[in-house]
């Protein structure tokens, strides 16, 4: 199929807003890349001047190693799934999944046959003589999904496709699209601004803020080993807990002087963050050695069912700790959160992480 | 106990049910006089009229049924009024329609002083009929219009004073040029309902600009563009007597004269009322058809889903 290679992409709005300030990302072939971020990051935007609909400032975008800077949307062969659908509302099911094959030429019978095995994969065939007003949200995401297989383009583009529909049918089609994009082998760009989302679908997962792209990598690895403050507390829920250290002392004291018992912090570390899962309590008075031991107080306790989220207040912040099963503390408890030396992270004067 | 018992029955049922039985008729009864007296008084008047023949000097009429409506259909010259009414009503409904949308689909392409075309391009409207009539008429007047100077020097033999054809242009350009803002209004808004995302899935499913008008924008506009036509064709039908007397009296002969205007000439000019109530009657029961026509389709949207 294709790759898609990003160089160095820019959007200058003509108000002098930079939208996208240098994006460089390679997406090999046959892989699913998400960009993901709060919303005016700039992710929309990008995927915008990838499908040839924005005009791109600077940079280049390639697709199969052709630059297509130049191409408009028509020629580009790539096909995108809306957030809004964008179902054409006049045309039946079946014209819609047609109309981009119509528009390349495509003998009638052949239209019809790929028309209707592409409906069969996506449990559409029932619905085929429907117009779009008559469908349910979950269908009209189907037709729309359709409508870009149907074409075999050579790239699929997807903005926000599940975010109009409810949560359990969100997590359905978050399935069902990962197993199509695989089976189908078909490169894709997956804009969210949802990180469940993002870390589920992603071969490769692409945090952005503020135009610029913060961290790339597969997802777990981008889990694992945030590389700042943003990615940290961007992903994951609920996110990672960051204390803030004094400046001076080397020593393990953070920000209000609560003394932690902890080896010195790395380097020119001034935030250290921990996982909600990676951390733990204690109700003992002696911290265990080479761990974080941190007085808090509990503030409230959400059970969940399997696990139960602690929120507590430590050194003036609020954190979260996560514990399976029914949590032994209630709020105004006295305890210590304590976490493992190598599940903390570490982040300089610029939030970037230190390692 | 009143208001509490009101707002019970509007929470059950949605409507109010008076206590009084006399109060509603009160009510709408403004409504119903001012219908009565301006519409069902004189369209009984009318009706009655047309069963009416009067003697020559106007000193005493006589009922003959359905005699003048005989009369009417088997006049030639009220066939040929129906022909010229087709004829203009259509041609002004197209052309006003055509130019609209031209205009309607290259204001909204324009980056900069959108506002400023819409602005230009609505002023027509607020022009009386009877003026714009004016207006084209000395334009293409064939001794001192400009532009009928500017057909001439390119060869054209203009006379709508004499040759027909040429006064149904003019009249049809004057009548048209006056609906035009009319119907751009309307595109403008129809143009801007139709969504962007699916003009640019369109586009992404590699149908070019023109192709993406008549296969995505146009069938959209659909319940505008037929809105328009039924609100044009009554125009035309019934909104240019002004225009028709300004600028071609009916004439020349009789190639312009539309079944409006007929009725005018016969009942005020010739004075012979029972057939111009005759006349009266039928576009009465046209323009019946035509609102039920509208009613039912406009009702009706037809793409929007």
């Known amino acids: 199929m294709a790759t898609v290679d990003l160089k160095d992409v820019r959007k200058i709005y003509p108000s002098g807003v930079e939208a996208v300030k240098g994006v460089s990302i390679a997406i090999p072939d046959k892989e699913l890349c998400v960009l993901v971020g709060p919303s005016g990051c700039g992710k929309s935007t990008l995927l915008r001047m990838i499908a040839g609909l924005e005009t791109i400032s600077a940079g280049t975008v390639a697709i199969d190693g052709k630059v297509v800077n130049a191409i408009g949307p028509t020629e580009r062969d790539i096909a995108m799934v809306f957030q809004n659908y964008a179902l054409y509302p006049h045309m039946k099911v079946y014209d819609n999944m047609a109309y981009g094959l119509r528009n390349r030429g495509t003998p009638k019978d052949e239209i019809d046959s790929r028309v209707r095995s592409t409906a069969k994969v996506l449990e559409l065939s029932a619905l085929l003589d429907r117009r779009p007003r008559e469908l349910s949200g979950g269908q009209r995401q189907r037709v729309a999904m359709g409508r870009a297989i149907v074409r075999n383009p050579k790239v699929f583009l997807f903005d926000e496709p599940l975010s109009n529909l409810d949560a359990k049918l969100r997590g ?148 979260v700790v996560r514990v399976s099963g029914r949590a032994s503390a209630k709020p105004g408890d006295q305890l210590r959160v304590v976490a493992r030396s190598e599940k903390l992270h570490w982040f300089d004067q610029a939030g970037k992480r230190v390692d | 106990m009143g208001n509490a018992w009101i707002a019970r029955e509007i929470s059950l049922s949605a409507r109010i049910v008076f206590p009084n039985k006399i109060l509603p008729y009160l009510l709408v009864a403004p409504q119903l006089a001012i219908t009565l007296v301006f519409f069902y008084w004189p369209a009984g008047q009318a009706l009655y009229q047309s069963m009416l023949r009067q003697d020559p000097f106007g000193l005493k009429s006589r009922f003959v049924w359905f005699a003048n409506f005989r009369k009417v259909l088997a006049d030639p010259a009220y066939l040929n009024s129906i022909k010229v009414t087709v004829v203009f009503s259509l041609a002004t409904a197209i052309v006003a329609m055509v130019v609209a949308l031209l205009l309607a689909v290259m204001a909204e392409k324009a980056v900069r002083g959108k506002g400023l075309y819409r602005t230009l391009l609505i002023w027509p409207y607020a022009v009386a009929p009877a003026i714009a009539g004016m207006l084209w008429l000395f334009l293409f007047n064939p001794s001192i219009g400009s532009l009928a100077y500017l057909l001439r020097s390119l060869g054209i033999a203009w006379d709508p004073l004499l040759n027909g054809t040429h006064a149904m242009i003019l009249l049809v350009s004057a009548a048209a040029w006056k609906q035009i803002s009319y119907n751009f209004l309307f595109f403008v808004a129809g143009l801007q309902a139709v969504p962007k995302t699916l003009i640019e899935a369109a586009a992404m499913d590699g149908a070019g600009e023109t192709k993406r008008f008549w296969t995505i924008v146009f069938p959209l506009l659909a319940p505008t563009t037929f809105f328009l036509l039924v609100v044009n064709t009554v125009y035309a039908l019934f909104d240019t007597f002004g225009i028709v007397h300004a600028v071609t009296g009916g004439g020349p002969g009789k190639t312009t004269e539309t079944l409006v205007y007929k009725v005018y000439n016969d009942g005020f000019v010739n004075l012979i009322l029972g057939d111009s109530a005759a006349q009266s009657v039928i576009l009465m029961a046209i323009v019946i058809a035509l609102t039920a026509i509208q009613f039912r389709y406009v009702e009706r949207k037809v793409h929007y889903g």
């Open chain 1, 172 to 319: 359905q089609m978050r399935i069902e699209i990962k197993n199509l994009q695989r089976s189908l082998g078909v490169t894709s760009v997956y804009v969210t601004h949802d990180q469940l989302e993002a870390m589920t679908l992603a071969d490769i997962l692409v945090v952005m803020n503020a135009g610029l792209v913060e961290q790339t990598g597969p997802p777990l690895d981008v889990y694992e080993k945030p590389a700042s403050t943003f990615v940290a507390s961007f992903i994951g829920a609920p996110p990672m807990n960051l204390l803030a250290l004094t400046g001076a002392s080397p020593s393990s004291v953070l920000a209000d002087g609560t003394v932690i018992g902890l080896a010195p912090r790395l380097g020119k570390a001034v935030t250290l963050g921990f996982r909600p899962e990676d951390a733990d309590i204690t109700f003992a008075a002696e911290a265990p050695a080479g761990a974080l031991a941190l007085p808090a107080t509990v503030e409230a306790v959400e059970p969940v069912g399997a696990e139960s989220f602690l929120h507590c207040v430590a050194a003036g912040s609020r954190i």
